[in-house]
Structures are given as C-alpha cells and as structure tokens.
C-alpha cells in the first residue's frame, strides 16, 4: 500500500514550467471577472502569483510565456466554504482530495473536519500536495449538541454559557484557525433525534469574541428560528439551508440587517441525487426529504431576492457528496433553485471571498489580486453545465491542474516519522496534558445522546511521579466505551515509524474488568484484550500478538499513528483505570 507523501513531490513541482517563474500571459480567454461586469476578452497577465495586467486590446508583454486560451474563460478559482477531508468522503484520502478540488477549478476550501491540534501539521503537510488553499475551522457545540455528541472537548468545544463561549474562544486562539464553525441548531433535518441547540446569549458571546480577534463565525443553522438568532448575534455565515419551512420577511431582515451571508448547502441535501438507494425512493422518509430539499431551494431564492448575500458551500465528505464536483453541482442547483448562471458564478466567486472578508485579496480577476483562477472550455455564465469543462486551474500563480501541471500524487498519507526514542509518555514532565512526544492526550469515548462521562487527569501516585487516571461512567448501552488516545505525531496527521520495535510496554491497572489496547495505523485498528487488577502489573504485548483489522492485513508497525487505551464493556457502571510509562520496546 503506497501512504507517503515528500517533499519530493513539492521540489519536483516548483522546479518545473508548471511553477511558471517568468510571467505568464493568458491569451485570447473571455473573462468573467465577477464584478459584475458583463464577460470581455482580454489579455490577463500574471507574475509572482499575482495578477499584475489585463489588457483588452490583447497586448501580450515581451518576455511572456504564454497560454493560448482561444475557446476558454477565465473565471476566478471557485470557493467552497463547508466541506469535510475525511476518510468518509468520495475521495477519502487529502491528497487525492486535494486533487478533485483543482480538477474541478475550486481554489479556497474551508474544511471543518479537523482538530485544532491537527492544523499546523496538516498546514505543513498540505504545502506540499498541488491543491487548493486550505482553510481550518475550529469548532464549538454544546454539551450534547450537534458536533459534540461523537467527540472530546479538544475536537469540539462544549460551550453553553456567555462566559464559557468566550473563554472557549481564547483558548482556540493559539491553534490559529481561520474561521470558527459552530453548531447552533439541534435539530437534525427531521429525521433522528434531536441535539441540543446553542442559546442566543451564548452565541452573541462567541461571535463578539471572535470578531474581536478577526475571526469569522459560520454556523449549522437549519431552521428559520434559529437563523433569526443567528442574525441578531452577528454571524457572518449560515453554513446549511433553512429546511424547516419557508423563510419569512421579518428573519431576512434580520439576516439583512447584520450582513449575514447563506451558504445553503444544497448539494448535501438535494433528495434524488446520484447513488441514492432506489428501494427508498417512495417511502415516507424520502418524501420529507424531498418537500425539505423543495423549501431550502426556495429559501436560496427568496434570500437572495431580497438582497442577502448567497456564498457557496456543500459539505462535502458528507455521503454521496463528492469533493470538487458537489461545488460544480452546488452551483447548478442555485440555478435550479431560481438563480441566473451569473449569479450563481458570483456565489462561488467573489460573494464568498466577502462573506469572508477576503475580497480585497481573490474571488474577483482584477490588477492586484491573487491568481487564484481555472480556465474552462465554454462559457458558463450562458450554460452552467459548462462548468465541468476544466482546463487550467492556478493557485497563487502556480499550475495545479492542466497541461503542465504536476502529475496528481498518488500516496496517501504523509511520510512517516521514524521513532528514534521509544518512550511514548511517563506522566512525569511540567505539561500534564502532553505526551512525551509532545501531542496532546486526547479522549475517546463513545458518542451519541446518551453517551459515557469520563475525565482524565494526571496525578501522582505512590512511587511514580504521575500517572495518568481516568474516572468514567458509562452510558447506559449494550456496549459502552470510554477511553484515552496517545497521539505519535500532532493530531494523528502524520504516522510515524515503529518498524524497528517488536511491541508496546507499559504499566496499568483498574478495577478488574475488560480493557483494551488499541494500536491505530493508517490501515486500521490493531486490538488486544487486557484485564489488569487494582495492582500495578508491567505489560508487554507483541505487535504480532494484536487481532488486526481485517483478515488480510499484515503489521508493519512503519504507519502507526496513536496508542489508544479503552474501557469496553456493558453500560451503566463506573468504570477507572491507570496507566504510565508507556513505550516501544
């Protein structure tokens, strides 16, 4: 299985004609600049990732290479501002997701999938896969809300108070995130039990604290209540569609009022789309999915008739919503929903970069902005099914995808790390909260509404300087799961290589019940069981001893990418345990 992306790839594509050192002149293109002028052709000129001229007349500076774009427009790199890089999603893996974007001309993406432990890493490592730019929203829920009901404080932060929101807030800070999701609206498209909702209060907080410190706030908002109180507390973006009925006059003026922006997500809900399963097709349950799908398109309409500014997002990852060609068809269904191709070019454009504040640097083809732009064989602005005809896609000046561009990766993961020191965490450094690689202890418990309470701490302990304990109570579930991750590498994004290791060592004990160790690769989860007592007992377990994830898989230990220690057993007991001085050996 190939799974290691270099830096290889990235020297290899700078030091090729694909980085287009010298100038470069687009010849003969018609452009849609998204200002809203009408298309023109021109010459457009740009040096240093940036567009430096656009001549109408066609006049081609000396010393130019050049692209002859006769039969192509040239539009600004299109923006997808909700999507997930998961290993759910169609693709599942980031440099084959990547790939699709600048296959399909879409330039900036905002993913919403990552811990903010897992930005820097994945910053450095996204530099160096051909791709679009890659922006990471922090998110925050509510104890029990949407987003919240599968993972730990340090994925999502739980937040239902004005005090906590703000602190919550400050604490993201350090991990420099480029926007803040939250998931205000409990209500989950009526099917499935409901989460819990953010209060107004809380939410006006949070957007006050994050506007403070030049963070935009998108939000999970799907019912027109609650996009009312999105509006009086000033988000900026409402990151879904309001499905839950038709949206009224005094909501869109409220939307108005405070500038709020809609993203109405089209594409994840659209009911009859490619792939879904044909023994469903007349059952209750998809005609409420179809008659939500008919008012979210008629709430994009009347939004935007009455001068609320539509953006461009689709959240894809999600099932059946593919990355790259969902925010092509996002774009078709705004057609579908009313909108003119023109302006539905303008929501994936230039209306999404000033939802974000950013049209002063890209989303519009004018001197001085960014070359984020995609050729495309027709004009699309006339026939919006035009859009999947890309030819050239640049990112900041540079050839992603075209003739010349570097050829799509084929790994899958980031190059592993070699493990040079076996120890993984004694408990004993000042930070309590990292592991001796420097990675943050993270918790693992099962999700859902009814799901285990537990904290985890470090704490001293007779003879050892700290241990780290973990106090559960489990759900009240045929099978329950409380847990700890110990991280190799920062947020899990780069596997590291324990090849040279036989197995993992480590001290442990709890209250006599069933444990689990977990090894996690990039090919899955390695298991075995463990029963320790209430005396602490040093444990060696063989890689060769763990039950793989699937019959055919070998260990290699050169992928791995946490150590995961588990409680799993029947629900509603509490439940604790102890580890330290965890290591290869």
Same mark, same amino acid.
């Given at each position: ?402 003739? $010349? ?57 007779? $003879? ?26 920062? $947020? ?94």
């Amino acid at each position: 299985m190939i799974k290691h992306t270099g830096l290889a790839l990235f020297t290899l594509m700078v030091c090729t004609e694909a980085a287009w050192a010298d100038p470069l002149a687009i010849v003969g293109a018609k452009v849609f600049d998204a200002t809203g002028s009408e298309p023109y052709m021109a010459t457009v000129v740009i040096d240093d990732g940036v567009i430096t001229s656009i001549d109408k007349k066609g006049r081609v500076p000396k010393k130019t290479k050049t692209i002859d774009a006769k039969g192509l427009s040239l539009l600004p790199g299109f923006f997808d501002l909700h999507i997930h890089y998961t290993p759910r999603g169609e693709p599942g893996t980031s440099p084959q997701i990547s790939q699709a974007y600048i296959e399909a001309g879409v330039t900036s993406v905002y993913d919403f999938a990552q811990a903010p432990e897992a930005f820097a890493p994945r910053r450095e490592w996204l530099t160096e896969i051909p791709g679009p730019h890659v922006n990471f929203a922090a998110r925050m829920s509510t104890t029990n809300g949407h987003g919240a009901d599968w993972s730990d404080t340090n994925t999502t932060k739980w937040v239902n108070t004005p005090y906590a929101a703000t602190e919550a807030v400050k604490e993201l800070l350090p991990y420099k995130p480029d926007v803040i999701k939250v998931f205000t609206d409990g209500w989950r498209y009526g099917s499935g039990v409901d989460n819990t909702s953010m209060d107004e209060p809380t939410l006006t907080a949070l957007v006050a604290e994050a506007h403070a410190n030049n963070l935009k706030v998108l939000t999970h908002t799907v019912t027109v209540d609650r996009a009312a109180i999105a509006g009086r507390a000033g988000v900026d973006v409402l990151a879904h569609s309001m499905l839950d009925a038709d949206v009224d006059q005094e909501t869109i003026d409220i939307l108005k009022a405070s500038g709020t922006a809609y993203a109405g997500t089209l594409a994840v809900y659209e009911a009859d789309k490619p792939g879904m399963p044909s023994f469903g097709e007349n059952t209750p349950a998809m005609e409420s999915r179809r008659a939500r799908f008919a008012t979210g398109l008629r709430n994009v309409k009347a939004l935007h008739d009455n001068g609320i500014l539509i953006a461009l997002g689709t959240d894809a990852g999600m099932p059946l919503t593919p990355h790259g060609k969902s925010t092509l068809h996002e774009m078709e269904l705004m057609v579908k929903a009313g909108l003119t191709p023109t302006e539905a070019l303008m929501a994936g454009t230039s209306n999404s970069a000033a939802a974000l504040g950013i049209i002063g640097d890209r989303g519009t083809i004018e001197v001085g902005k960014a070359a984020d732009i995609v050729l495309i064989k027709g004009e699309p602005w006339s026939d919006i099914s035009e859009l999947y005809n890309t030819a050239y896609t640049f990112v900041g000046g540079e050839l992603m995808f075209g003739k $010349g561009a570097p050829e799509p990766v084929g790994e899958t993961y980031m190059t592993a790390s070699k493990i040079t020191s076996p120890l993984i965490a004694d408990f004993d450094g000042s930070n309590k909260e990292r592991t001796t690689r420097d990675t943050l202890v993270v918790g693992d418990p099962d999700g859902g509404k009814e799901r285990s309470w537990q904290v985890y701490e470090v704490i001293p302990e007779t $003879g050892k300087d700290g241990v780290l304990h973990l106090t559960a109570s489990l759900s009240l579930r045929e099978e329950a799961r409380a847990g700890v991750v110990l991280p190799l590498n920062r $947020g899990d994004v780069q596997p590291a290589d324990a090849s040279d290791y036989k197995g993992l060592k480590f001290d442990i004990r709890g209250d006599g019940g069933n444990y689990v160790l977990v090894a996690t690769t990039t090919a899955g989860t390695w298991t075995k069981a463990l029963v320790p007592g209430e005396k602490w007992s040093t444990v060696e377990v063989p890689f060769d001893t763990l039950d793989p994830p699937a019959e055919d898989e070998v260990w290699s230990g050169d992928d791995m990418l946490d150590v995961r220690f588990l409680i799993k057993r029947p629900g509603g007991h509490d439940v604790w345990m102890e580890v330290d001085d965890v290591s290869f050996y």
